[in-house]
Every structure is written in C-alpha cells, then in structure tokens.
C-alpha cells in the first residue's frame, strides 16, 4: 500500500505561483510513475500532468502546457507540481495519484491517491 498526502494548496490571486507537493509514504515508492488530476465543483476529474518513475519523461494536459511543471524528488519520495501563471479556471481540488509502470492520462488506470488539496485562483 501506498499512501499519498498532498500540500500546499491555498488561495491565490491570477497571474501567481504555487507549488503543490505529494509525500508518498508505506510501499517502496520504486517504479511507480505518478500524476496530478483536478476536479472542479460539478466537473469530472481531468488530468493535469504525469511523470515516469525516472523523471526523464512528461506529459501535460493542453489546458496547462507552459505554465505548469511537474517534477519528482525520488530521494525524498516526492512529487511537486509547480503552477504558474494561474488563471480562476485552475480553482479546482488536486490529486496526485500513483500507477505501477508507466504513466498514463485516464484516472482510472491510477492504483493509489491521495486526499486531494484545494487551490482557489481568484479573479
């Protein structure tokens, strides 16, 4: 099993920054690539961005290509989403969410989450 904790959601005005952060804890965090989904209030949830294990290889969903950064300390057992130049349409709950192997687009490939954090970009 594998536990997620997500952080460093908050409230932000448009145009700022946030890092998000996910700790993994429990099984090894060895060989599973991870990604980061939203969901906004009556929405379903959409993937933002995804990572391999080694961190050579990304990917991200059109809506935040060029503002958002995902990256991973494997050290640490961490994954980070760095939001920039956020716009009110990025206000939604964040998840990140392990899968064993590759990465994949669609949530339901995704084995653990965490609890989610939320981010509120105001106007």
């Known amino acids: 099993q594998v536990q997620l904790v997500e952080s460093g959601g908050g409230l932000v005005q448009a145009g700022d920054s946030l890092r998000l952060s996910c700790a993994a804890s429990g099984r090894t965090f060895s060989g599973y690539a991870m990604g980061w989904f939203r969901q906004a209030p009556g929405k379903e949830r959409e993937f933002v961005a995804a990572?391999?294990?080694?961190?050579?290889?990304?990917t991200y969903a059109d809506s935040v290509k060029g503002r958002f950064t995902i990256s991973r300390d494997n050290a640490k057992n961490t994954v980070y989403l760095q939001m920039n130049s956020l716009k009110p349409e990025d206000t939604a709950v964040y998840y990140c969410a392990g899968i064993r192997g590759y990465f994949s687009t669609s949530a339901s490939g995704y084995n653990y989450w965490g609890q989610g954090t939320q981010v509120t970009v105001s106007s």
């Open positions: 990572i391999t294990y080694s961190g050579y290889s990304t």
